[in-house]
Each structure stands twice: as C-alpha cells, then as structure tokens.
C-alpha cells in the first residue's frame, strides 16, 4: 500500500512538473550593468547548479573573476573564452531553469552597440524583458534602443531591475528618480506593464527574497515577479493559420503539408484556404506521430492532408477558408538595421518571413526614430543599429499579418544577397493598398512579335568599369558596327541619362543605386519593345548590377568588364575627374573615396589596356554571332 502511495505522489509530481507554465524572458540593458550576473544569481539561489557545476565556477571565480574571493556568478552566463577575457558578454547566452511554481528560458543579450542585432534576436521570442540599469549611471542610450527595440517587437512586460543598488547606500532617491524617467520613456513606446524592482544582483538584494537593506520597498523580489506575471496577450484568435514547412511525399499514395500551427485550431473537415494562390479545400486527416488527431491548435507540429490534389509549397500558409489573412507585395515595415554595410534604398536583398523567401527591396525611408527622443529625422540610408519606417516592395506576394496580430506572418529578417549574412530585422505594420491593385497589362504584341519584325534577338549589353576605362568608346563603336548590319539598337550612356532622366541624382552611394535602378528599369523596356540596348555605366556595385539581371530573361543579360587599371584609367583622363577627386574636389568618387566591386562571372571581360578599342568591339561582335541565338 506504501508502495501505491509513493509511486502516486512521484506520478503526481512528475504530472505537476510537466504542466508547468513556461516563460521567455531576455535581459539586456547597457554594457556592465549586470546582466549576466543577474541570471548567475537566479540559478544559484534556485538552487538549479549541480555539485561539479557549483565546484566549477567557485573554481573559475577565482581564475577569471572579478569579485576577489567571491563567487562570480556571471561566470555561469558568459562561456565564451573572448567574454570572459573582456568581462562582457557577446552572444546571445540561453539558460534554462525552473522552481515550483514555472520553468524558465532566459536569454541573456549583449549590452554593448555593436551586439544590438544579437539583443533582437533574443528579444524575438520572449514574452517578458528584463531592462537592467545601473543605479550610478541612470538611464543610458543604450537602455533607451533596448527598451525601443523590447516594445517594437511588442514585449508589453518589461521588470525594470535598478541594480547595484548596493554602490549607491541603497537609495530610495536614486531609484525613484530612475524609475520616473523610465516610465515616460514606457509611456512614449506604449510598453504597458512595468515592474521596477531595486536590487543587488552580486549580494542578493531582493533578487529572490525582500532585502532587509531596502525597508522603503514593498514590492516583490525578481523571482517573485517572474513567477506570477501574466504575460498572456488579449485574445486576438485571427482564426487557423500554418506557414507550410515541408511536403511530406513519402510514396505516391501520400501528401500532406508539414508545418508548425501558428494560430487558431484545426479539425478533419475545416475548410481552408492555400495562400497565396487562394485555391480551397478540407483538411481530410491531422497526422502526428502518436497518430491522428481529432484537433490541433497553436504551437502544435503537424502534417495536414487535404481532400483535393492542390498545389502547394514551402512558403505557402494553410489558413481557415473563412477567415484568411491578406496578401499583399507592398507594406509600410519598421526595419531595424545590422549589416556592417548601410541599407541602400533600392538594393536587393532576400526576405525571410515564416517559410517563405522572396526577393525584396526598400523603396523608401519614410524617417529613421531617434532612439532617445523618438524623434522622426530625415534619413537616405541606414547604418547599423538605426530603426526606420520604410516602404517595402517584394518581388512576389506572400500571406502576411500586421506583427502585432502575429509574430510568424508579420515578422522578417533581410539577407544580403552575397554573403546571405541577416542583415536586417523589421515588422510589417500595413499593406500599401495601391500595390494589390496595380496588375500586369497583357499586350497583343509581345516581344517576340516585335523581335520576328526586326529580325533579330533583343538583348541587354551592360558595359561596366571604372571612369576612364573606355565603355563609351567601345559601345559606340559596336553600336556602328550593328547599325551597319540593319540592326536596331539604342545606347543608355550614363553621362547623358545624368542629363535627364537622372539629374536629380548625385554621387552618393544611395543616389548610385537609385541611378542602376531606373537605367535597368529602362533597357528592360527596350528589350521587350525588341531593340539590342548598349548601356553603358560604371555601376561599381554587383548588388545593382545583380538587379538588373535579374530583371532579364535567361541569355538577355550580358555583362561587359571593361577591364582597366586604376592608374591607366587615370592617364585617359581628359576631363580631369580622377585630378579633382584626389584633391577632394570631387566626392563619392568611384576608385578614390568610393569602391568598385570587380564583376565576378562576366559574359565578357575585355583586358583594355592590352587591346585597342575596335579589335575590343569586334570580341563583342564575336560574342554575340556565337551564341546560339545569334544576332
């Protein structure tokens, strides 16, 4: 009967543990205010160490701590060798704990400016942020971009945790005065529900028990806190929706769509929706490991088989046929920056929202945010760690929700197209409606029609190279040489497209990319209206001579290195530019103060100060008569 009892009450606690509430929770902050030490105190004084781990950091406390012969518990956190050599933490470290009463993820970020794109991550999933200040210093700009980015990615819960409370007498004054310039800055970032707590997170100040050092404080200790605090978000159900993970095909007699529910509850029969095709079924079985299962909500990994053969993909969204979130290829997004390199307006990069990747440029900056002030201010690029409300054009449609409606369909990350380093992270406030009511026109005359009448193949000749190194002098030359066959062509010279269609534009880097942008955008036309197009521009970027490509057909693009020396391009100099740009009369200038990016796979590279301008031509000529479209 004993024995009954026991094995009652382990089952019981084994049942008890098992359905505990989970809460994500970051701690971020500015730089030494703690962060690490914090999260070191929680899992000693929870009493979640083993003994060799207990041993372990009494053993690196003394090696590679700060604390004389105390215990260093930061030293759990930052395992990184480079974090502990410099006392601060880099990347983003998750632990996991728990007590009685919840279990615990907790991701300590990195406090320092240029870790600010770690700090987003870890602050993408959390429910709950812990905003460190220390009680000397005040509220820092870094705390400021924190607790920005915290409400941006629409944390409502912030503990904001006055630490080292120890180094200022315990002051009630200091941590009032802290915690009402806090709450204002909550106030303009719409962060509804702020917990301050004072605290010594190296003594242990209200860190799990109240202080007898702070009398004059009534509220509950961190732990306290962290245990209670309802994180739950209004019921905002928008109904079933699940980004497609996987087609799962294991032979011809099965199909079904694998994916993690993201919102809502599904059963045998609901009707859905397939976006963005729009095309409509039911769901036939709910297929799981354990078996099928008569209903599946949010959070649940599943594989859906549906009544009807549809054709559907990685990327797409089963949604409830009912009620079916928007798709749309143009928004209004909040972008938080963190390439090394500027956010160019125009530039291609990849976008990555749920399971989805597509192509996608910024079209506008509306204004960057002033993370201090909140400030709108005019801005034409961005630079690492600056938050913008831009606009946002990607090259295909997707299903989407606002961010605050759902994190899985209205939160992105950019890719930078070369290096496929993230490089970006933003949320998506609204479509632009205009975007979803712009369609392409059919024509009755295609480019092939207009092609067939003149007798030859359209193409794209993209000449590129520094100033000075002949593009001009070549293409006018082949641009003869076809006139002269009957051909009809057309040549975009960048000096003299500067004179109308792109003379609001200047040298700096945002304004070349705009320039590429609308040059591509035109000899786009001009293929499609039949003609071989010659144009020829520095175009000193692969992103934008990428974009042009791609812009093309297979076997339309064709791109010329004009392959010449700085030095023996700055000897052809008869306008005197590369004279003015050393001498800082002229700025942005590609080869002096501004890059250029060498063509990695040209169709064609010319070695022009080997070869004279004609026989240069000619190769092109060549070229051109041996590809098997011909001219």
Not at 184 to 192: K, N, S
Not at 397 to 404: K, L, N, Q, R, T
Not at 494 to 508: A, M, S, W
Not at 581 to 601: C, H, L
């Amino acid at each position: 009967m004993a024995g009954i009892d026991h094995a009652a009450a382990v089952a019981a606690y084994l049942h008890q543990h098992e359905t505990k509430g989970l809460l994500r929770f970051i701690t971020c902050g500015s730089v030494d205010d703690g962060k690490s030490t914090l999260i070191g105190r929680l899992l000693h004084d929870t009493k979640r160490l083993f003994d060799d781990q207990l041993a372990a950091l009494e053993s690196d406390s003394r090696r590679h701590g700060t604390q004389g012969d105390e215990i260093d518990f930061a030293l759990l956190v930052d395992g990184l060798a480079a974090e502990r050599e410099q006392g601060i933490t880099i990347d983003v470290a998750y632990r996991f704990f728990d007590t009685e009463r919840r279990k615990f993820i907790v991701a300590d970020c990195p406090g320092h400016e240029q870790y600010t794109r770690n700090m987003a991550t870890g602050a993408s999933t959390a429910d709950l942020a812990v905003v460190l200040v220390d009680a000397r210093k005040g509220l820092l700009t870094q705390t400021r971009r924190h607790s920005y980015i915290v409400s941006l990615l629409g944390i409502g819960h912030v503990v904001l945790a006055v630490n080292k409370m120890d180094l200022v007498g315990y002051d009630q004054a200091v941590f009032d005065d802290i915690v009402a310039g806090y709450r204002e800055l909550a106030a303009q970032l719409g962060i509804g529900h702020v917990q301050a707590i004072p605290l010594s997170a190296l003594k242990g100040d209200n860190m799990t028990t109240a202080s007898a050092a702070m009398p004059w404080y009534a509220g509950p200790s961190l732990l306290g806190h962290l245990e209670t605090v309802d994180t739950r978000r209004e019921a905002t159900d928008p109904g079933f929706r699940m980004p497609v993970q996987w087609v799962c095909r294991p032979d011809q007699d099965f199909r079904g769509f694998a994916g993690t529910i993201a919102a809502g509850e599904v059963a045998p029969g609901d009707p859905v929706v397939v976006l963005p095709s729009g095309r409509r079924s039911q769901v036939a079985r709910i297929v799981t490991p354990g078996g099928d299962l008569p209903r599946a909500g949010r959070g649940q990994p599943v594989v859906l088989t549906l009544a009807d053969e549809l054709d559907a993909s990685r990327g797409d969204v089963l949604a409830a046929a009912g009620a079916p979130p928007q798709v749309a290829d143009q928004f209004a997004a909040h972008v938080l920056w963190m390439g090394e390199q500027p956010l160019l307006p125009g530039r291609p990069y990849w976008l990555k929202i749920g399971t989805r990747t597509v192509g996608a440029q910024i079209t506008e900056i509306k204004h960057k945010i002033d993370v201090n002030s909140q400030a709108e201010l005019a801005a034409k690029h961005l630079e690492l760690n600056e938050v913008a409300v831009c606009n946002l054009s990607l090259d295909q449609p997707i299903a989407f929700e606002s961010y605050e409606t759902s994190r899985a369909l209205g939160g992105f990350i950019l890719i930078d197209r070369q290096s496929n380093a993230t490089v970006g992270a933003g949320t998506l406030d609204f479509a632009l409606r205009r975007a979803a009511n712009i369609h392409w026109q059919h024509l009755d005359v295609d480019k092939a029609a207009r092609a067939r009448s003149m007798g030859q193949t359209p193409r794209c000749l993209w000449f590129t190279g520094l100033s000075g190194a002949g593009k001009s002098t070549i293409a006018n030359l082949l641009d003869k040489r076809l006139h002269a066959m009957g051909l009809h062509t057309t040549i975009l010279d960048g000096d003299n497209v500067r004179h109308g269609l792109n003379k609001d534009l200047g040298f700096t880097a945002e304004d070349r990319v705009e320039n590429i942008r609308r040059v591509a955008e035109v000899a786009k036309l001009m293929v499609d209206a039949g003609l071989i197009v010659l144009v020829s521009f520095i175009s000193p970027f692969r992103a934008e001579r990428r974009l042009a490509r791609d812009l093309f057909e297979p076997g339309e693009f064709i791109e010329v290195f004009v392959d010449t020396p700085l030095a023996v391009a700055e000897q052809r100099d008869v306008k005197g530019l590369y004279a003015k740009a050393r001498a800082g009369q002229i700025k942005n200038f590609t080869g002096i103060d501004s890059p250029y990016e060498v063509p990695e796979n040209p169709e064609i590279r010319l070695l022009a100060d080997r070869t004279d301008a004609a026989a240069m031509a000619e190769s092109i000529m060549a070229h051109l008569q041996a590809t098997p479209e011909g001219l």
